[in-house]
C-alpha cells in the first residue's frame, strides 16, 4: 500500500493500490519532514478518483501509528475547512495553541 523513500530530514511516502488484476496505481503522497522531538506533515495528496473513500484516513493512520515521533503537526490552509475537518475529526488532530497560528494542528500521542 506504500513506499518510503527516505531522506536525511524527510520521508516522502508514496501510496499505491493494486486493482483485482494486479495493475498498480499511485493514488497519493505525503512528504513529512522530520526534526528531534516531532514530524511535520509538510504535505498531503490524494488522487481526487480516489477521495472520500477512506483511503487517506487509512493512509495516514498507518504512517502515523507506526512512527517514533510522539507529536505530529500540519499547518493547514485557512481556506481549507474540508483538511481541517478531517485532520481533527478523523485523525484526532486538535488546534495547537502553542504554536500562535490559529491554522497549526498536533497530534500528541
Wanted: hydrophobic share 35%; proline share 1%; net charge positive.
Amino acid at each position: 500500500m506504500g513506499y518510503v523513500i527516505k531522506h536525511n530530514k524527510y520521508d516522502i511516502i508514496i501510496l499505491y493500490i493494486k486493482d483485482e488484476n494486479k495493475n498498480i496505481s499511485t493514488v497519493g503522497f505525503a512528504i513529512f519532514q522530520k526534526h528531534d522531538t516531532y514530524m511535520h506533515l509538510c504535505y498531503l495528496f490524494i488522487d481526487e478518483n480516489y477521495r472520500s473513500k477512506g483511503l487517506g484516513e487509512k493512509f495516514l493512520s498507518m504512517v502515523l501509528d507506526n512512527d517514533k515521533y510522539k507529536n505530529i503537526n500540519i499547518t493547514t490552509m485557512p481556506s481549507n475547512a474540508k483538511a481541517k475537518n478531517f485532520y481533527i475529526n478523523k485523525l484526532n488532530f486538535e488546534t495547537d495553541k502553542d504554536s500562535g497560528c490559529k491554522d497549526s494542528l498536533i497530534r500528541r500521542i
